[in-house]
């Protein structure tokens, strides 16, 4: 079965405190791996699409990396307007033209002051 | 951002009522979605749209239909809802680009 796994469920990080998030994927062909944040309330925010092992993306405080099996979301010095729900999701070659994601269940990342 | 709205952001229902909710995107994008998010399920697709009229059924599709009439608009329709079809349900669309954008949601409670 096609699964995408988050880890932590859960981080508290002291402002400026980098860390990492992981998503394992158990996929039978990645087509795409997505990452997304979501505040309180709000649909997801796209950040980043990763296609192919070894590849990396940046956005400000945010870099995404990616493995045959697993992705990372690195977060250097973050700041409180970080705090968000971060999710994972991948879409599979056989979906090739669907696109279809399927979603981790995401981890909350708190950044106290 | 695809311009994505969901109307209504909220609702309550009574158990055995229809409930239609509805999609509306500005980006002319072919491809569009309905998922909803649940704790500790994180978000199910329930159906897709890959044009008008041309739809498909997600993993959690029992309960629920859908039509495409026009390329902006998806609707979801709950035949007669259900307490278990209490949750949030979020319209997306896919870019020529191939991102996913996701509209604002909608809070559905069934009672």
């Known amino acids: 079965e096609d699964q995408v796994t988050q880890s932590p469920e859960a981080l508290r990080l002291q402002e400026g405190e980098s860390s990492s998030l992981n998503c394992s994927y158990t996929v039978s062909g990645l087509r795409g791996l997505f990452w997304y944040r979501q505040d309180p309330g709000k649909g997801p925010e796209f950040l980043f699409t990763?296609?192919?092992a070894g590849e990396e993306k940046e956005k400000e405080r945010l870099k995404a990396t990616l493995t045959k099996k697993e992705s990372f979301l690195h977060i250097t010095a973050p700041k409180p307007e970080d705090s968000a729900t971060y999710l994972c999701?991948?879409?599979?070659?056989?979906?090739?033209?669907?696109?279809?994601?399927?979603f981790g269940t995401g981890t909350r990342l708190t950044i106290i002051p | 951002d695809a311009g994505i709205t969901q109307s209504p952001r909220h609702k309550v229902t009574e158990t055995g009522t229809p409930v239609t909710l509805r999609c509306h995107q500005t980006e002319n994008h072919r491809y569009m979605y309905w998922y909803r998010q649940d704790p500790g399920h994180g978000l199910r697709l329930i159906h897709y749209?890959?044009?008008?009229?041309?739809?498909d059924k997600g993993e959690v599709s029992d309960g629920y239909s859908v039509s495409r009439s026009k390329t902006e608009d998806f609707l979801l329709t709950l035949e007669s809802a259900t307490s278990s079809q209490t949750s949030v349900y979020f319209c997306?669309?896919?870019?020529?680009?191939?991102?996913?954008?996701f509209g604002e949601g909608s809070w559905l409670t069934v009672v």
């Open positions: 990763l296609y192919s």
């Open positions: 997306a669309s896919r870019s020529s680009g191939n991102t996913i954008y």
């Open positions: 749209s890959y044009g008008v009229k041309d739809t």
């Open positions: 999701a991948a879409t599979l070659i056989s979906n090739f033209g669907n696109e279809k994601l399927t």
